[in-house]
C-alpha cells in the first residue's frame, strides 16, 4: 500500500450535531500527514500518499455535550521490503556452491514470506532464478559448470511482493575441476598394482527437498577398483533414483529429487584383489518452509 491513499470513514448519529477529535498514538494530527473531513453525518480521515510512518493507533472521540463515545482504529501500512542485510559464499565443491545471507533491516512493516535466490555466470553477467519462495537464510545451488565462476544475490519478500534491491556476493564461486584424478599408467599395471586410495574423500551436505543432488570423491588404484555406494550401510542397487558414475577416478553418486527418507550417511567403497577402502559423508535434506 505504499503510496497509495487511505480514508477510513465513520458515520455518525445524534442530536445536537457531535463533535468530532482525532488523535494518532494519543497526539494531534499532522496536517501535512493527515486531514479529516466532517460532514453532517460522517467523519472521514483521509491520508495522502500513505507511508508506513503513517502506521500507528488512531483514535475517534465523539462528545455530545458529556456524553461520549470512542474507536480505535488500528491502521498498518505495508511496502515491499529492502534487501537481505548481509550475503556471504561460504563454500564451493564439485559443481556446488553454499550462500547464507540475514534478514533485511527493513520487513516493509510485514513478515518477510521467503527469499529469491538468483545466481549469474560472470561471463554472461544474466542472472537466472534458482530458488523462490524460498522460506531458510541458506542454501547450496548445485548443477553448476566447471570452469565457470558465479555470483549469487538474494530478494526478500512480503505481501507487497520483492525486495527492490538485492543482496550480492561479494565473491565469485569458481568451479575448478576435480584435483587428483587418476590417470592411465604409462607402464604395465602389474609394475604397479596397488590397493584401493581415495585422493579426496566424500563432504558432509545439506540440500534442499526435491532439487538434484550430487555427492563426490576420488579413488585410485591398480586393477581398476569396483565402486560400490551404500546408504546406511545398506547396498544401493537397482534404484532409479540412484545414478553411480565413475571418470578417470571421479566417483559420483547423483541423487535425484531427494525427499527428507533420503537423508542419512553414505559410504563409497572402492574394491580390487588387492583390498579395498571407503569414504563416508552424511547427508541432510531439509523441507523449504
Not at 544401493?236 to 540412484?242: G, L
Request: aromatic share 8%; with cysteine.
Amino acid at each position: 500500500m505504499h503510496h497509495n491513499k487511505q480514508q477510513q470513514c465513520f458515520t455518525l448519529t445524534g442530536k445536537p450535531r457531535p463533535q468530532v477529535h482525532w488523535t494518532k498514538n494519543g497526539q494531534p494530527l499532522d496536517p501535512k500527514q493527515a486531514s479529516v473531513r466532517n460532514g453532517e453525518s460522517d467523519t472521514i480521515l483521509f491520508i495522502r500518499k500513505a507511508e508506513q510512518k503513517d502506521s500507528g493507533i488512531y483514535e475517534l472521540t465523539v462528545k455530545i455535550d458529556d456524553l461520549e463515545d470512542k474507536v480505535n482504529i488500528d491502521i498498518k501500512i505495508a511496502e515491499r521490503p529492502g534487501p537481505p542485510k548481509s550475503i556471504k559464499l561460504v563454500d564451493a565443491w564439485g559443481f556446488n556452491a553454499a550462500v547464507e545471507w540475514t534478514p533485511p533491516v527493513d520487513d516493509g512493516n510485514t513478515e518477510i514470506t521467503g527469499y529469491t535466490v538468483q545466481k549469474s555466470d560472470k561471463k554472461t553477467k544474466e542472472w537466472f532464478t534458482v530458488l523462490e519462495n524460498y522460506r531458510q537464510t541458506n542454501c547450496t545451488v548445485s548443477d553448476l559448470i566447471i570452469g565457470n565462476s558465479y555470483y549469487f544475490r538474494v530478494f526478500a519478500e512480503n505481501l507487497c511482493g520483492l525486495s527492490e534491491k538485492a543482496a550480492v556476493t561479494k565473491d565469485c564461486a569458481f568451479i575448478k575441476k576435480t584435483e587428483n584424478i587418476y590417470k592411465n599408467p604409462e607402464y604395465k599395471e602389474s609394475d604397479f598394482a596397488e590397493a584401493p586410495k581415495f585422493t579426496q574423500i566424500l563432504s558432509d551436505r545439506t540440500t534442499t527437498n526435491g532439487y538434484t543432488t550430487k555427492l563426490f570423491c576420488s579413488v585410485r588404484g591398480s586393477p581398476k577398483p569396483k565402486i560400490v555406494w551404500l546408504k546406511n550401510q545398506m547396498e544401493i542397487r537397482e534404484d532409479p533414483r540412484f545414478r553411480s558414475l565413475v571418470n578417470q577416478g571421479v566417483c559420483s553418486l547423483e541423487i535425484r529429487k531427494p525427499c527428507p527418507f533420503d537423508g542419512g550417511v553414505y559410504t563409497c567403497k572402492a574394491i580390487n584383489p588387492l583390498g579395498e577402502a571407503s569414504v563416508v559423508c552424511k547427508l541432510a535434506v531439509k523441507v523449504a518452509q
